[in-house]
């Protein structure tokens, strides 16, 4: 669905969609009738007495109308079941990053930052070289700490290190020999990986603010600021917002 999507997929490329649409030309003309999913979208909409429903809302109602489907065999049953409890996590690792997003104030820049650092270290680490620090001239070898905080991340393990470094060094000179710059969205891994550091390093701030039922002075502050950048910039209302806060809170509580 990602690649279908336009999405970048690690390990695969346009080809492979091309590819999969000849060997599956029946996609999208099996399975539950659409107008299902748009009769209980309607019913999450008529349920709800606020100004708008979310991705769970309509989660829960789909899952709801199972048991009312007469015509739907309890094995397909079982089968929808796992597809919406597959939804349900790409759901919570959606409103993890989105959340994530909105604590860390001028995201972008604090990934490309984070980014940089990582490959510079890298860079450093394949060439055999030392890094020289920027304020005291010192030279310093490539940062293991750092570059294992981030590549554990994505489960990267110790004997596997050295070549996931050597495969983002190549793929640096790839882009190099076409003109092109490698950024933060080059390679999927390593994008991922850098989001999760971040999120790591915030989780137990996210943790504590979004779950104080009496939230201090400091905490409803920093509430408001998200909520405020829900809203102005990834276009949350404020219930939803509120209701986004929430949800993560309990699943960072788990």
């Not at 708008?52 to 009312?68: F, H, P, T």
């Not at 092109?180 to 999120?199: G, P, V």
């Amino acid at each position: 669905m990602k690649l279908y999507d336009g999405e970048v997929v690690e390990g695969f490329n346009t080809q492979d969609v091309e590819e999969m649409k000849k060997e599956y030309q029946d996609e999208g003309m099996t399975g539950i009738d659409p107008r299902y999913v748009i009769n209980r979208i309607s019913s999450a909409i008529i349920r709800k007495e606020l100004t708008s429903i979310n991705a769970l809302d309509v989660l829960r109602s789909i899952k709801e109308g199972l048991d009312q489907h007469a015509s739907i065999s309890k094995e397909d049953r079982e089968r929808y079941i796992n597809f919406i409890s597959v939804a349900r996590k790409e759901y919570d690792e959606i409103a993890k990053k989105e959340v994530q997003k909105a604590f860390v104030y001028s995201y972008e820049e604090s990934a490309k930052t984070l980014m940089d650092n990582y490959l510079d270290n890298v860079e450093a680490y394949c060439n055999k070289n030392k890094l020289r620090d920027q304020l005291t001239g010192e030279e310093l070898n490539p940062d293991e700490k750092l570059m294992r905080s981030i590549e554990e991340q994505i489960g990267i393990s110790e004997n596997a290190k050295k070549a996931f470094r050597e495969e983002i060094l190549i793929r640096i000179s790839a882009y190099a020999r076409k003109g092109k710059r490698f950024d933060y969205n080059s390679h999927e891994r390593l994008r991922e990986a850098i989001q999760k550091k971040l999120f790591a390093d915030l989780k137990d701030i996210v943790k504590i603010t979004t779950s104080a039922t009496t939230p201090d002075e400091n905490q409803l502050k920093k509430v408001n600021e998200v909520i405020a950048r829900l809203i102005d910039e990834h276009g949350y209302n404020s219930t939803s917002a509120n209701e986004l806060l929430r949800y993560v809170g309990s699943l960072l509580n788990r």
